[in-house]
């Protein structure tokens, strides 16, 4: 999981690397928005939110190359 940046940084993910799949309706909602990249935050916080639910998930695998800001930002919010 990571924080996506922007609405074409979404497409051109789910167009050009294996097994990822941004569904439209995330897509449109970051495009949507005053500010993409905070969106994208959003987004990464409610879903780690979601999945801390699930019984049996102990643990969120955050990555993103060259955010390691924004990756910093998403863990000192659930500190």
Known sequence: LGVIKSA???????????????????INRIEKSSNEKLEGKKVCIELIEKYKSIKGVSGIHLMGYKQED???SVISYFK
Request: proline share 5%; hydrophobic share 45%; glycine share 4%.
């Open 8 to 26: 074409k940084s979404a497409r051109w993910m789910n167009e050009n690397l294996f097994g990822i799949n941004i569904p439209d309706s995330i």
């Open 70 to 72: 924004e990756i910093a």
